[in-house]
Nanobody
């Protein structure tokens, strides 16, 4: 059915930047919202940012002003531009998509982001 494929994770120094991408493939459905969660070891999974099909955005307070989420509806792709990264941003980042008219969400496999000197 629908698959989400993430890319762009990796190792970056504090103050650096990364850009994550997540593309939906497979069965085409209407996607209401796409976004990113993250989970650090020993921590709860938390919402980082999401964006609706109408391009309304939502950000966690911890990333406001540093991260920017964007979406290409035609490509069913969501991006997360991460600037001014700090070690506190180290986590596995999971892409998700919320379809219209369907209760279940779709999830990617996760991509590791490590911020370290």
């Amino acid at each position: 059915q629908v698959q989400l494929v993430e890319s762009g994770g990796g190792l970056v120094q504090p103050g650096g930047s990364l850009r994550l991408s997540c593309a939906a493939s497979g069965t085409i459905v209407s996607i209401y919202a796409m976004g990113w969660y993250r989970q650090a070891p020993g921590k709860q999974r938390e919402l980082v940012a999401d964006i609706t099909s109408r391009l309304r955005t939502n950000y966690a307070d911890s990333v406001k002003g540093r991260f920017t989420i964007s979406r290409d509806n035609a490509k069913n792709t969501v991006y997360l531009q991460m600037n001014s990264l700090s070690p506190e941003d180290t986590a596995v980042y999971y892409c998700y998509a919320k379809p219209e008219f369907i209760r279940s969400d779709y999830w990617g496999q996760g991509t590791q982001v490590t911020v370290s000197s």
